[in-house]
Every structure is written in structure tokens, then in C-alpha cells.
T-cell receptor, first 115, second 114 residues
Framework: SAVISQKPSRDICQRGTSLTIQCQVDSQVTMMFWYRQQPGQSLTLIATANQGSEATYESGFVIDKFPISRPNLTFSTLTVSNMSPEDSSIYLC????????????FGPGTRLTVL | GIQVEQSPPDLILQEGANSTLRCNFSDSVNNLQWFHQNPWGQLINLFYIPSGTKQNGRLSATTVATERYSLLYISSSQTTDSGVYFCAVEHRPQASGGSYIPTFGRGTSLIVHP
């Protein structure tokens, strides 16, 4: 499996500001995903990051709030915009190598606290 | 969308005990994975098992796709097995044109006491 790193690992932010989370994979992957995990809860898929095109967002998540970039097959960013305390959560980046090798792997997560 | 139910929600074991975790899903799936999230939050892929049985050390998993369930067996549990175990399934909706949409269950929280 590939290794995913995320930056920052944690942050404390003020209401109304934005934070960009970076996700780096040590090898090329076809699919990259962004998840949110609130304390004690399961993972909720925010969007699938598509290389060279707009991300595919799940119901309840919009591009204005969570803009995503994916300039190549090893890197993606997620921005949490105009943050409120309800955005406090762990944000996880995930990847899959290709459609015929379906093991999914995760980065260590970014713990975000919004005051 | 597809529903994923995991049981039990919580489990407390004494070191050395065996356990079985269950994952039920409401529709046919193209992919099923088991993950362990350790107390520090890192998710580790344990098994990719859309059908059949696999074993890895003290862990094994069985998926019976026709009956829409999967089981994760933990034998001779250790304190390092503590954490949350997630089942994640993928169902390819006909309208999606081939896109896989991964869905996670709520997880089973396991505590293993020494």
C-alpha cells in the first residue's frame, strides 16, 4: 500500500478564517478522497478529488465551503472555508491506487478545532 | 443509498479472548474492506474482501456476499487490538456510470484489558 502524509497534523483556528490541508501520496494513485470524522463518529465522505477537473461532492457538501484541488496523481488539497465551530473535526485524506487494486488507504488525519 | 450496520457497537475483552465483529449491508457490493482505527486516529486497512475468506495472523475475515454480511474474527486479543473497527462497502449505482461510492459503517469500539 502507499503512504499518505497530511499537513498540518492539527490546527486551532478562529471563526471566519480558512484552512488548507495538504495531502501527499508517495506514489501515483488513481483515486483520492476526502473524509470528515467528527468525535466518536464514523467517516463521512466529503468528495472525490479528480485530477485535472472539479471534485465530485457528496450530498451536503459544496465547493464554496470545501474547495478541493488535485493538480497531479500524488497531491491534493482541501480548504475549509469561512470556518465555524461546527467544522471542528478530523479531516482524512484517502487514496486508491487504481480501479483493479481496490485497497483503500488513509493519511493520519488533520485535527481541526475552530474557536 | 446503501446501509451498513456493524455490531456490536462496543466490546470489552480480556487479553487472550476471541471475538467476532459483524457487518451487514443492504445491497449488493463490489468491494468490502475492514479497517482498524487505533487510539491515535490512524486508519489501517486490514482486509479487502468482497467475498470469501482471508487470514492475516490472528485476524481473519469472511464475506458472504449473497447473504450481505461480513465477519471479522480476532483471536487471542491483545491490548494493541484496541480501537475502532470499521467496515466499508462500495456499491456501484447504475446511474453513476461506473463510479464507486465508499460507505462506512458506524464501527465497533473495542477495548482489550490486560
Amino acid at each position: 500500500s502507499a503512504v499518505i502524509s497530511q499537513k498540518p497534523s492539527r490546527d486551532i483556528c478562529q471563526r471566519g478564517t480558512s484552512l488548507t490541508i495538504q495531502c501527499q501520496v508517495d506514489s501515483q494513485v488513481t483515486m483520492m478522497f476526502w473524509y470528515r470524522q467528527q468525535p466518536g463518529q464514523s467517516l463521512t465522505l466529503i468528495a472525490t478529488a479528480n485530477q485535472g477537473s472539479e471534485a465530485t461532492y457528496e450530498s451536503g457538501f459544496v465547493i464554496d465551503k470545501f474547495p478541493i484541488s488535485r493538480p497531479n496523481l500524488t497531491f491534493s488539497t482541501l480548504t475549509v472555508s469561512n470556518m465555524s465551530p461546527e467544522d471542528s473535526s478530523i479531516y482524512l485524506c484517502s487514496g486508491r491506487r487504481d480501479s483493479s487494486y481496490n485497497e483503500q488507504f488513509f493519511g493520519p488525519g488533520t485535527r481541526l478545532t475552530v474557536l | 443509498g446503501i446501509q451498513v450496520e456493524q455490531s456490536p457497537p462496543d466490546l470489552i475483552l480480556q487479553e487472550g479472548a476471541n471475538s467476532t465483529l459483524r457487518c451487514n449491508f443492504s445491497d449488493s457490493v463490489n468491494n468490502l474492506q475492514w479497517f482498524h482505527q487505533n487510539p491515535w486516529g490512524q486508519l489501517i486497512n486490514l482486509f479487502y474482501i468482497p467475498s470469501g475468506t482471508k487470514q492475516n495472523g490472528r485476524l481473519s475475515a469472511t464475506t458472504v456476499a449473497t447473504e450481505r454480511y461480513s465477519l471479522l474474527y480476532i483471536s487471542s486479543s491483545q491490548t494493541t487490538d484496541s480501537g475502532v473497527y470499521f467496515c466499508a462497502v462500495e456499491h456501484r449505482p447504475q446511474a453513476s456510470g461506473g463510479s464507486y461510492i465508499p460507505t462506512f459503517g458506524r464501527g465497533t469500539s473495542l477495548i482489550v484489558h490486560p
